[in-house]
């Protein structure tokens, strides 16, 4: 196939979700965040900590919206954001005086290394890209940044998976645990 | 059962189909229909090939075979086959190999001269003309009306592929020889219709 039929694309795209998939999406998703963005805004507002970031939403789409993925299970979730977080924090750390470079490095890092682990989460690519382009408050965190807020907010929005999805008549979640 | 029939199963399934299928599988689904219909295909191309090499002829064969020498009046021929109740036999040389396969139809053959020899032609030229036409069995051996050479296979071929060369050659047994051409069973029709479905 020549390199410009490739960009034609051409082929059929996946069918709509019904109504239920889409409540439940609502609902888990709604779920979801609202006790890691309760901890950020309410519980610990003031404080230096971050308990939320941009990536979380990523993973609600997937852990709350297309929970069969393979890219939505535990093992790719965890595994994704806890990853690419060091090396967010590691590329930030060796290459910050090259910001573009922390940034870019950060990002296909994260990606390669979840591909080699099967823990493969497109999140998790903004999680390392946060780690480098993200506010002071995240920069003086340090490797704190994989435990909090990444850690704490990855297995919050887990366990609220965990019971969400498995309330749906049609859903059930995880498919596989690692 | 042949490949190309179970090739055309495949091929008849449309991108169409598989999405129907999507549709009707509650949730979102990863994936786009052609990804799923190549995986599909692939899966279905596995499944016929581990299929096709599963079960082996020495498998399925008969091994306690009724056979005939070939210097066996063919009265003798008739009836072993009569008392055994088969419709036709491995014929075999002094020294046990195969020399052929005679059936019910080498019979029909010898006693009517159509190309397309079958009961209903022996019965048609038995109620049109005077007299029905075995007298000459009596004079003739196994060899004499045996189809040779023998379409053989050996133990270890897989059965499709036994069906594939009944299917061909529009036969219906397949005797089963060793290395040294020796007869250690036989395969029928029924056989392999039993181990498929």
């Known amino acids: 196939m020549s390199f410009f039929t490739k960009m034609k694309g051409g082929k059929k795209g996946p069918s709509m979700v019904n109504f239920s998939e889409i409540a439940w999406s609502w609902i888990g998703a709604f779920l979801g965040i609202t006790p890691v963005a309760f901890l950020n805004t309410t519980l610990f507002h003031g404080d230096d900590l971050v308990f939320i970031i941009g990536s979380f939403g990523a993973s609600a789409v997937l852990i709350y919206g297309a929970v069969k993925s393979p890219l939505a299970q535990p093992r790719n979730l965890v595994g994704g954001h806890l990853l690419s977080a060091f090396i967010g924090v590691v590329s930030f750390k060796l290459f910050y005086p090259f910001p573009w470079f922390a940034a870019s490095f950060s990002v296909a890092t994260a990606i390669a290394v979840m591909h080699a682990t099967q823990t493969l989460h497109p999140p998790g690519g903004a999680t390392a890209l946060i780690a480098v382009i993200g506010s002071e408050k995240i920069h003086t965190l340090g490797f704190w940044y994989v435990l909090i807020p990444v850690g704490v907010g990855v297995v919050i929005m887990l366990i609220i998976a965990l019971i969400v999805n498995n309330l749906a008549k049609n859903r059930r979640y995880p498919e596989y645990w690692y | ?197």
């Open chain 2, 1 to 197: 059962m042949t490949f190309s029939t179970l090739n055309e199963c495949r091929q008849s399934i449309t991108e169409d189909d598989i999405y129907e299928a999507m549709k009707k599988i509650p949730g979102y689904l990863d994936i786009t229909p052609s990804d799923c219909m190549q995986l599909y295909q692939v899966a279905f191309d596995h499944a016929v090939s581990k299929l096709k090499n599963a079960i082996k002829a020495d498998q399925i064969m008969t091994r306690n075979v009724v056979t005939v020498n070939e210097n066996d009046s063919l009265v003798d021929v008739a009836k072993k086959m009569a008392d055994h109740e088969i419709s036709g036999l491995p014929v075999l040389k002094d020294d046990g190999t195969v020399a052929g396969v005679i059936s019910e139809k080498d019979f029909l053959k010898r006693m009517n001269d159509d190309k397309k020899p079958s009961f209903m032609r022996v019965v048609l030229q038995c109620l049109e003309t005077t007299g029905c036409i075995a007298a000459d069995f009596n004079n003739l051996a196994a060899s004499d009306i045996m189809s040779s050479p023998s379409i053989i296979t050996s133990p270890e071929i897989p059965v499709l592929e036994v069906a594939n060369i009944m299917d061909k050659k529009n036969i219906n047994r397949v005797p089963v020889v060793d290395d040294q051409m020796m007869l250690v069973g036989i395969i029928a029709r029924s056989d392999v219709v039993q181990t498929l479905c």
